[in-house]
């Protein structure tokens, strides 16, 4: 059973703290869920655990089993088992989907052993069916000409090949419609087990009603602020956050920097649209 431990971890971009304390831990068989509006370091906090090279940890610990993650490259990270679901992947023209899962999976194997191609084959076209995804995927260059939805599935598709310990998702929801929601919901669901654990990074109450989250964590200020259980993120679909801050004494909830008497938001979530404050 492996275990995720986020110790007191603190990190930045361009000088400009984004992550400022955050404490948490996630084992095998447990499903997490981090919510908070945009702006409050969830998609960042996403990017340091699997080691994005934008990001500098300036305190804290990632540890996995008890090694230290921030020691290790980001395939090596990948090997001993985490795996992020992204909230936009990138396009790989030239490279085939089915290859570069196939290169993924042979990765984590001993060194000289490789897959059986009539496996990889039989899991590969046993994953597309249950996501529901078109018959000649394994032919189109990874994320090219993907739609929004295609990409995200195609996520899930990674995840269930690789089987990671540790999983992240990072607002793996938005951008599905409804139809497509409840398929990524339903394959995560039936992914989960006692061997892997589980985080989901939403704003939304929706994905939550087809991935049943045991612990559900409120991010402000780039820090985690409040836990619970499902009840909690139901107050929040029911309350928004404003409770919360009042009863914290929260003004802004975001992490943003003054700059030419201006409030620039910084971070991964907070890049996806520009806030007038």
């Given at each position: 059973?492996?275990?995720?431990?986020?110790?007191?971890?603190?990190?930045?971009?361009?000088?400009?703290?984004?992550?400022?304390?955050?404490?948490?831990?996630?084992?095998?068989?447990?499903?997490?869920?981090?919510?908070?509006?945009?702006?409050?370091?969830?998609?960042?906090?996403?990017?340091?655990?699997?080691?994005?090279?934008?990001?500098?940890?300036?305190?804290?610990?990632?540890?996995?089993?008890?090694?230290?993650?921030?020691?290790?490259?980001?395939?090596?990270?990948?090997?001993?088992?985490?795996?992020?679901?992204?909230?936009?992947?990138?396009?790989?023209?030239?490279?085939?989907?089915?290859?570069?899962?196939?290169?993924?999976?042979?990765?984590?194997?001993?060194?000289?052993?490789?897959?059986?191609?009539?496996?990889?084959?039989?899991?590969?076209?046993?994953?597309?069916?249950?996501?529901?995804?078109?018959?000649?995927?394994?032919?189109?260059?990874?994320?090219?000409?993907?739609?929004?939805?295609?990409k995200k599935r195609n996520e899930i598709l990674q995840m269930k090949m690789l089987k990671p310990s540790i999983a992240i998702l990072d607002e793996i929801d938005s951008g599905l419609d409804v139809d497509a929601l409840k398929i990524v919901g339903e394959n995560v669901t039936a992914m989960k087990n006692k061997d892997l654990g589980l985080l989901l990074i939403t704003h939304y109450q929706r994905l939550l009603e087809y991935i049943e989250a045991d612990f559900v964590h409120v991010m402000m200020k780039g820090k985690i602020v409040k836990s619970g259980d499902i009840s909690l993120m139901k107050k929040i679909d029911q309350d928004g956050y404003d409770w919360i801050k009042e009863e914290l004494g929260i003004d802004d909830e975001r992490v943003f920097v003054k700059e030419e008497e201006q409030k620039v938001m910084l971070g991964t979530c907070a890049t996806k649209e520009a806030l007038d404050l």
């Open positions: 059973m492996a275990t995720l431990k986020i110790i007191n971890l603190h990190a930045e971009v361009e000088g400009i703290e984004i992550l400022r304390g955050v404490d948490l831990e996630i084992k095998g068989g447990q499903t997490h869920a981090i919510m908070g509006p945009n702006g409050t370091g969830k998609s960042t906090l996403a990017s340091v655990v699997m080691g994005h090279p934008k990001y500098t940890v300036t305190e804290g610990e990632i540890l996995l089993d008890g090694k230290n993650v921030l020691e290790m490259s980001v395939d090596e990270r990948s090997r001993a088992g985490l795996f992020l679901g992204m909230q936009a992947p990138s396009e790989v023209p030239g490279v085939t989907n089915s290859d570069f899962i196939k290169t993924a999976m042979n990765a984590r194997l001993e060194e000289g052993k490789n897959i059986s191609l009539f496996k990889f084959i039989r899991e590969y076209d046993r994953a597309v069916e249950d996501l529901k995804m078109s018959e000649d995927l394994p032919h189109r260059y990874l994320n090219q000409g993907f739609s929004g939805g295609e």
